[in-house]
Structures are given as structure tokens and as C-alpha cells.
């Protein structure tokens, strides 16, 4: 590309120069042709001219008698002493064409000479006016001019009288008029070309600085601009030119700016976006995609959809997608390499009408999915918890209405069974409320300090009756000086959450134990018991919401399956965790961490 620009700037260079020499050649040619006609011409005139005149003097000099008695001695004089003067040759003829006498020729050669009437000189002096003849003269061997006039005597005609001048002075004059003119033309056209070359460099220069820059610029390089060179043309196309490059990279800096943007709105979306081109290929991918897919987007542009995913559902959608390009939309599972759910929105790519490709928006609706497959078993779940003690309620109800009223035996029972029923209602009604408000984001915490130990005395003291009637023994470990920025009333009903399980789901004479270890700035609580423990199947659940290892038992304890999840979600408010540790028939260890006081007012560090 560089060798053929080059060639094209030399033959630019050459151009130019061969136009100099071109106009130099035709002028000098034209010069030189009319300039040679008119010398030819005009000098052949001015010897004709002089040649006449001289023959009309010579004319004067011929007496008549010589020539009427043909006097070869008194012409053979005459013309010899007259060509010495005048430098021309000097012919007498008679009427007849015999040649008397010729300064150029000796007698004896003048009687063989043949006759001249022919001569087309002789011919027009013949006829009364002069001739002249120019031609090659075989006897001396060159161009010669002839002059020829009648001689008469008083209306008597004696003879002809032909004077001949070799041309060779004329075309002397004239070859060296030549060899100036070609002199000439040789300095003007090495001129021509010493000019023309530092013309052409002169004009080619500029442009060459232009060739480079638009180089660069199509190279993508727009650091440089091109020094104007002149106010002329050349000039005003460097002015264009740079104003274009000019042009070009604001436009480059949008569109990579717009690009940017775009790559940045691409790669941070949730959402997976896959771009298909028309023959089912990868075109690109975003982060999203290559997280749910487990795939690197280098190695997945250009190739078959199937080749990088191997999902045949999201497949058979690019396929119809590109079959009908119409949009698409699907709802997929993923079983590997985790399950997980996915709404799949497929959008046709049209290019001049005709299907170019297609892009596909996939959204993870798992979350969606479980959330909403919990909503529907909470409120399973709390139509089913309701219905039990309601349908127990309406039951004795209308068996004391139907007469076991009048039992005073049974109805007392009666009632107890309702109350105790209308007890766990109110108890489940009151953990869902607690539970809902837990759950929602406007929950306020009033945090203040507060003595974990004595907290936890104070719960204890309120369960005093359960732990003697279970016949259950509990210890307070914590250390005395322990302080937490908490709410009261929050921690109050984790305490009594806690101690509630630990003394219902213990043994006769069992044993709690509440201790605590402080370490990383987190208070770490642990309630121990000696109680029949959780199978470990069910340990993961048993912080889900109605989630019971024993309906049945937690049902008669009063349990309403609810008070572990409201830990969990006062424990998380205070930026805690929750945990459990246990060996069915031995034992459970709940534990709870919360921050400590001293880490939460510790100053903030300046890093
Ligand atoms: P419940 O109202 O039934 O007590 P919770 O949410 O408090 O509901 O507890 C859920 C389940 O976890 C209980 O039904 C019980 O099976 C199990 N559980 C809780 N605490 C203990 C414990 N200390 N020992 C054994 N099992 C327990």
C-alpha cells in the first residue's frame, strides 16, 4: 500500500514535469517551425531580390551587337568579369537554348552543354517575364537559386540572360538559426525540469505531510494535526482534513464513551443476556450468564449455543425464535450444576427485515418461586394451626350447649379444654404478630444497655414454677459485668424463647446451663440442656417457621412452632446469628452471637 502510494506520488512528480517539458516542446516547436518557415522564406526572397536586381544591372552592361553576332570571346568576358563582381553564376542563351557562353564553364565544355530551352527559368523569360527557378544543380552539386530575363533591342529579341547563386548561404544562415533555436530548447528543457522537480517537490511536500496524516488517521491515531501549509487550495484541504480527523475523534470518544456505558449496563445486570447471531452463534454474554452457566465469555463467542450451554429448552427458544421471530418466552428449570429456575424472555434481532439474530434475557425466578412456594405453606400452615384449636373450641362449645352443661361432673373440664385451646390461640396469634412485625422493614429497636445476667434472672424468675414442676434445675454462667447495646424486650423474648424449649423438651430431673465467651468483639450465648436433644436430620429446619421435630408433643406443650424463627429474626435485627448443636436423647446447645458493647461503641478506626 506504502510502495503503490509512493509510485503514485513519483508518478505525480513525473506528471508535473512532463507537463513543463510538454508546454516548453510545443511552444518551441511552434516557434521554431514558424520562425524556420519565415527565415526560409524571407531570405530566399532577399536573395531573389538582389538576384534580379543584379541581373537587370547586367542586363545594361550587354551590348546588343556582341550578342546579335554571338560573340563567344566578348560573352565568355563579359560574364566572366561580371561573376567575379557579383559572385553569381552568369549564363548567356540564345533564343534557340544554346548556352554561348557561362562564367562557371570553359569554352570547349560550354559546345557539349545541352540545349537550355526547357529550363523552367528560360521558359518564363521566354514568355516576356522573369523566371526563377530553384533546384539542384547536377554540374556543381548543390541547391541553386535561377534567375532568368529576356534580353531584347529595341523589340527584337536577342537572347536570355540566367544568373545562378548557390543557396548554401541561406541554408547556412539558416541551420545555425536552427542549432540556436535546439540550443535553446535543450537550457529550457533542463531548465523545465530543475524547476519543474523543485515545483513538484515544493507542491508535493505538503501533501505528502497530508498522505502521512491521513494514514494515522485511518490507523485510529488522531494525536496529531497537519501544520497548514499555505492559504491556498493545498492549504484549505489540510484545514478540511484536520477538521475531519477532528470530527472523527469526538464521534470515536462518544461512541466509546456510549460503549462504555453500555458494557458497564451489560456486564453489572442481573439478569443473564445472551446475544445470538442469525446462525444460531454466540455473539456475546454478560457476567450473568457466565455465573449461571459456569462459562467464559472469550470462550464462548463465535461458537454454537449448544456447544458452550448445554440446554437443550433454552436451545429449541433460539431455534423457534429464529425460525418465526416472534418473541419468546419460557420458564426453564436448570437442574445442574444447582437447581434453579429461570424465566427466559427471547426477543427477535431484525436486520434490514429479515431475522439477524436474537437476544435473550434470562431472569433466576428461583427466589421468586420459593418465596412465593412459602407463602402458600405459611398460610397452609396457619389455616392448619388455627383450625385445630378452633375446631376443638366449636366442638366443646356445642357439646356444653347440647347439655353437657349440666354435667357437673365433665363441664368444668369442658371449659378447661376450651380455655387451654383459646390460650394456645391467643399464643399463636400473638408469635405471628410478633413474627410479622419482626419481618417487617419498618421494625424499630430501642437499643439500650443492658445487663445480659441480670436479663436473663429475670426470665428465669418468670419460669420458676415450670422448672418445678419439670423438676428441671437451671444455671446462670453469665458473667455479672456482661453489657450489650440491645432491646430490652427483644432479648427478654429470645431469654424466654430459649428457656421455654430448653425446660419443655427436657427430662425429669434434667439440668440447663446458660454461659457465655466473648471473642472478635461478639458476645457469644449458649444455652445448654439436658434434654432429649434433636435428630440430626432435622437440625437444619428446626429455625423455619412451624417447623416441629414432634408435632404432636410440641402441640401438647403449647409449642406453636414458631418461637426459634422469632430468635432467628430478633438475633439477626441486633446483626447477630443463631446456631444449635445437638445429640438426640443427650442434649441441645442453642447459641446466639450479638455484638459486643464495647466493639459497638468503639470508636471508629481510621484507616
Ligand atoms: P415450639 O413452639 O414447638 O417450641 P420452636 O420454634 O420453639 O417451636 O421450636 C421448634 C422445634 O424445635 C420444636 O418443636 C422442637 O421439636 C425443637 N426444639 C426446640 N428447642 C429444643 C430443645 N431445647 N430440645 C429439643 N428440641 C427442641
Not at 460503549?259 to 444460531?280: P, R, T
Not at 436473663?456 to 459485668?481: C, H, R, T, W, Y
Not at 425429669?508 to 436430620?537: C, H, L, M, Q, T
Request: charge should be neutral; hydrophobic fraction near 40%.
Amino acid at each position: 500500500m506504502a510502495i503503490d502510494l509512493n509510485m503514485r506520488i513519483k508518478s505525480f512528480k513525473l506528471k508535473l514535469i512532463f507537463s513543463y517539458i510538454f508546454v516548453i516542446l510545443l511552444s518551441f516547436g511552434l516557434i521554431a517551425f514558424f520562425l524556420d518557415k519565415n527565415l526560409e522564406e524571407n531570405s530566399l526572397h532577399n536573395v531573389q531580390n538582389s538576384l534580379i536586381t543584379q541581373a537587370k544591372l547586367i542586363e545594361n552592361q550587354i551590348v546588343p551587337e556582341g550578342l546579335k553576332k554571338e560573340d563567344v570571346n566578348y560573352l565568355e568576358t563579359l560574364s566572366k568579369t561580371l561573376s567575379l563582381k557579383t559572385k553569381c553564376r552568369i549564363t548567356v542563351i540564345n533564343i534557340q537554348g544554346k548556352v554561348l557562353a557561362d562564367s562557371e564553364k570553359p569554352r570547349e565544355e560550354i559546345i557539349h552543354m545541352e540545349n537550355h530551352l526547357n529550363r523552367p527559368e528560360v521558359i518564363t523569360a521566354l514568355s516576356g517575364n522573369i523566371g526563377i527557378d530553384t533546384r539542384y544543380s547536377p554540374t556543381l552539386k548543390i541547391d541553386m537559386l535561377y534567375v532568368a530575363l529576356l534580353l531584347t533591342d529595341k523589340n527584337e529579341t536577342l537572347g536570355i540572360l540566367r544568373l545562378a547563386l548557390p543557396l548554401e548561404s541561406v541554408q547556412k544562415t539558416l541551420s545555425t538559426t536552427r542549432k540556436t533555436v535546439f540550443l535553446g530548447l535543450f537550457f529550457s528543457l533542463v531548465l523545465a525540469f530543475v524547476l519543474g522537480s523543485i515545483a513538484a517537490s515544493r507542491v508535493i511536500k505538503p501533501i505528502n505531510r497530508m498522505i502521512n496524516a491521513s494514514r494515522k488517521f485511518s490507523e485510529g491515531d488522531f494525536s496529531r494535526r497537519i501544520i497548514q501549509p499555505s492559504q491556498d487550495e493545498i492549504g484549505e484541504l489540510a484545514a478540511t482534513l484536520n477538521k475531519m480527523a477532528q470530527d472523527i475523534e469526538n464521534k470515536i470518544k462518544e461512541i466509546r464513551a456510549q460503549n462504555q456505558k453500555l458494557a458497564a449496563i451489560f456486564n453489572s445486570m442481573i439478569e443473564g443476556v445472551i446475544i445470538i447471531d442469525k446462525a444460531g452463534r454466540i455473539v456475546s454474554i454478560n457476567q450473568a450468564v457466565e455465573k449461571i452457566f459456569g462459562v467464559v465469555k472469550g470462550d464462548a463467542a463465535g461458537k454454537i449455543f449448544l456447544e458452550v450451554i448445554r440446554n437443550n429448552d433454552i436451545a429449541e427458544v433460539i431455534s423457534a425464535i429464529l425460525k418465526k421471530g416472534e418473541p419468546v418466552s419460557a420458564e426453564l428449570t436448570l437442574i445442574y450444576p444447582v437447581r434453579r429456575i429461570f424465566e427466559v424472555n427471547a426477543t427477535p434481532i431484525f436486520d434490514n427485515d429479515t431475522i439477524g439474530g436474537c437476544l435473550l434475557v434470562i431472569h433466576d425466578i428461583t427466589e421468586i418461586r420459593r418465596l412465593e412456594t412459602m407463602r402458600r405453606d405459611f398460610v397452609a400452615n396457619v389455616s392448619h394451626e388455627l383450625k385445630t384449636p378452633l375446631t376443638s373450641i366449636k366442638g366443646f362449645v356445642e357439646t356444653l350447649l347440647e347439655g353437657a352443661l349440666d354435667d357437673k361432673e365433665n363441664n368444668r373440664n369442658f371449659l378447661k379444654i376450651i380455655q387451654n385451646h383459646a390460650e394456645r390461640l391467643n399464643s399463636l396469634v400473638e408469635d405471628l404478630l410478633s413474627l410479622s412485625y419482626l419481618e417487617s422493614k419498618e421494625t424499630i429497636l430501642n437499643k439500650e444497655s443492658l445487663n445480659l445476667r441480670l436479663q436473663l434472672e429475670e426470665v428465669i424468675s418468670g419460669f420458676k414454677s415450670q422448672l418445678k414442676k419439670m423438676n428441671v434445675a437451671i444455671k446462670n454462667d453469665l458473667p455479672a459485668g456482661i453489657s450489650i447495646n440491645a432491646d430490652k424486650n427483644r432479648i427478654e423474648q429470645v431469654f424466654t424463647n430459649l428457656i421455654d424449649n430448653a425446660i419443655k423438651f427436657n427430662k425429669e430431673k434434667g439440668s440447663i446451663r446458660v454461659y457465655s465467651r466473648e471473642a472478635n468483639g461478639k458476645i457469644e450465648v449458649f444455652v445448654e440442656d439436658s434434654g432429649i436433644g434433636i435428630p440430626e436430620k432435622d437440625i437444619p429446619r428446626v429455625f423455619e417457621r412451624f417447623y416441629r421435630v414432634d408435632k404432636a408433643r410440641s402441640r401438647e406443650l403449647g409449642g406453636t412452632g414458631l418461637g426459634l424463627s422469632i430468635v432467628k429474626h430478633i438475633i439477626e435485627l441486633h446483626n447477630g446469628s443463631v446456631g444449635v448443636e445437638s445429640v438426640e436423647g443427650l442434649g441441645s446447645k442453642f447459641w446466639f452471637t450479638l455484638p459486643s458493647f464495647k466493639a459497638e461503641t468503639k470508636p471508629p478506626l481510621n484507616i
